[in-house]
């Protein structure tokens, strides 16, 4: 969604930073996910053109579902995701959680384009939820790393981008950058081939009846004929 829609993880935005201000600015449609005890949100969703609407907010403040229309093609549907990053197996069992109700969520919307996108803080084959994913037809958009820091050995692929099959087959041109000015995680993009613009269907009125006229002959003059029996 290059320049159109922003999915940020590990947002960590509070009523008042002056990131708001400048987004505000911007003329563009801010999407916090729900707030801790501080007012901070984790996950939040910038939209710049369309339509767009919050259908979803997880109590944890780590997932945030999304409903974008953009312009006169169908909705596409996506969550924002920010995983614990404790090397805890409750941790990892959350994230799973997390990722598995996005999945359901997004199973039961039918067959409409959809991504579940964030910082998981976990390799997807690390997650239990990972054969519900494939089994549903789901695949990540890329598979360069996105994350090295000290404590990791080699770079991994913590950050996904995962779509069911209706997004994958309009989505292109997807960019992994690790030089996009963010502290040890690379930047994502990816833009939608939507087609030319879709018809929608419109109620129209249907126009009145004529009067009648004087020339008409009235209903009791018209000779219906009888049908002719063979």
Known sequence: MYKRQLL?????TAPGDEVLTRIRRAKCAYFPGAPDASGTSLVAAIVRSGCAECTFRDSSGRALDILWRPGRSPAIHMTCIY????????????????????????VERGPVPALIAGDFNRELD?????FAFRASGWDDLASDTTCAT???ATPRRIDLLLANSQLRRVAQSTVVDPAAGIPT???QAFSVNRG?????????????????TATAPPLSLIHISEPTRL
């Open 126 to 130: 690390e997650l239990p939820c990972a």
């Open 196 to 212: 030319p613009p879709q018809w929608m269907l419109q109620w129209q009125s249907p126009k009145p009846l004529p009067e009648p």
């Open 83 to 106: 995983g614990n990053v404790a090397p805890t197996v409750e941790a990892t069992m959350h994230t799973s959680t997390l990722a598995r109700d996005a999945l359901q969520r997004a």
């Open 150 to 152: 000290v404590n990791s």
């Open 8 to 12: 940020v993880s590990e947002a960590r």
């Open 185 to 187: 995680h690379a930047w």
